[in-house]
Nanobody, 120 residues
Framework: QVQLVESGGGLVQAGGSLTLSCTGS????????MAWHRQAPGRTRELVAA???????SYADSVKGRFTISKENAKNTVSLQMNSLKPEDTAVYYC??????????????WGQGTQVTVSS
């Protein structure tokens, strides 16, 4: 079981920047891929960015060139640098981690979410 704690959300004006961070702790063998998802009011949760354990990153088309995901494997931490924010980026952002449990099975883990609000 991995406990994921997010930080860094808040209110920012359009064009501004925010950095989200998420750290995993608990009982597990290792954290594999990590990702950020978001959910805006009335919409389904969507993948924003993901990064594998070897550092390969992928992004939703809507954030390419504006967001950067990074990971510190030794600290089980993933960050999301968000630049040139737009009002449509407003959402609750959730950290996700794919982990290997102590029984050597795979598990999906979610953080509690952090609110990002971009004002126009």
């Amino acid at each position: 079981q991995v406990q994921l704690v997010e930080s860094g959300g808040g209110l920012v004006q359009a064009g501004g920047s925010l950095t989200l961070s998420c750290t995993g702790s608990g009982s597990f063998v290792r954290i594999n891929a990590m990702a950020w998802h978001r959910q805006a009011p009335g919409r389904t949760r969507e993948l924003v960015a993901a990064i594998t354990s070897d550092g390969s990153a992928s992004y939703a088309d809507s954030v390419k060139g504006r967001f950067t995901i990074s990971k510190e494997n030794a600290k089980n931490t993933v960050s999301l640098q968000m630049n040139s924010l737009k009002p449509e980026d407003t959402a609750v952002y959730y950290c996700y981690a794919d982990s290997t449990t102590k029984w050597y099975t795979r598990a999906a883990n979610w953080g509690q979410g952090t609110q990002v609000t971009v004002s126009s």
